[in-house]
């Protein structure tokens, strides 16, 4: 579903951040992207969302393009950023309903999903509120309701745990394990390897702008010649390796 291939980017046209990154996300499939801070794991996500236009290779969503089809390639993903960004002159309620509107969702549909949504993470009492009086997991949360409105082809996923409490993150694994069920391709970018390890079906483990081990746990495990490893004995390997 999700093909990036070759992919070679940054933020200056002569100073690559990734180099050749490919790796696929396939629908009903959760893919968990690893690795150290400035690894690349948010530059790769920048441009798959097409944030950033690549120095070289392609992105590809269900055979679409960012250049063959713009507006259908941004519609078929939803996106939960690391660090939420909100309109703080909107309440939840107009965030969620703004989001409904933007990707033409009937009222029906819209009403019949947010109320559940809300149920799950607690928010019904702070609908008519406003974000500055949101704590980072309110907020957090929010950005996790907008994005879970929406049945994308691909939903893409950015440290979503940060400032969540316990019960939020319970929800937050069930409802990515739904969505997966119901065909969505996930790509989820997180620092918490055992639950990686865990969740997730295939990996790409970054290091240094490059996809250093590539696949599910047992092929990662053979690229390593590591036959009993977890991903965090991996990932210790593969930081110790690029220090060098």
Known sequence: MLEVTGLTGGYKADVPVIRDVSFTVGAGELVGMVGMNGAGKSTVIKHVLGLIEPHQGSVALNGETLASNRALFRSQIA???ETPRLYPELT???HM???AMAYGMDDALYEERSERLLGIFRMKESLDAFPGTFSKGMQQKVMILCAFLLQPALLIVDE???GLDPLAIHALL???E???AQGTGILLSTHILGMAEKYCD???MMSRGVVALYGTLEDMRGQAAMPDATLDDLFV???KESSR
Do not use: D, G, Q, S
Request: aromatic letters at 12%; zero cysteines; hydrophobic letters at 50%.
């Open 178 to 180: 739904e969505m997966k």
């Open 202 to 204: 295939r990996f790409v």
């Open 174 to 176: 069930e409802l990515l």
């Open 92 to 94: 939840l309620r107009e």
């Open 237 to 239: 390997r593969v930081v």
């Open 97 to 99: 309903k703004l989001t």
């Open 160 to 162: 979503p745990f940060v």
């Open 79 to 81: 996106y939960v950023p």
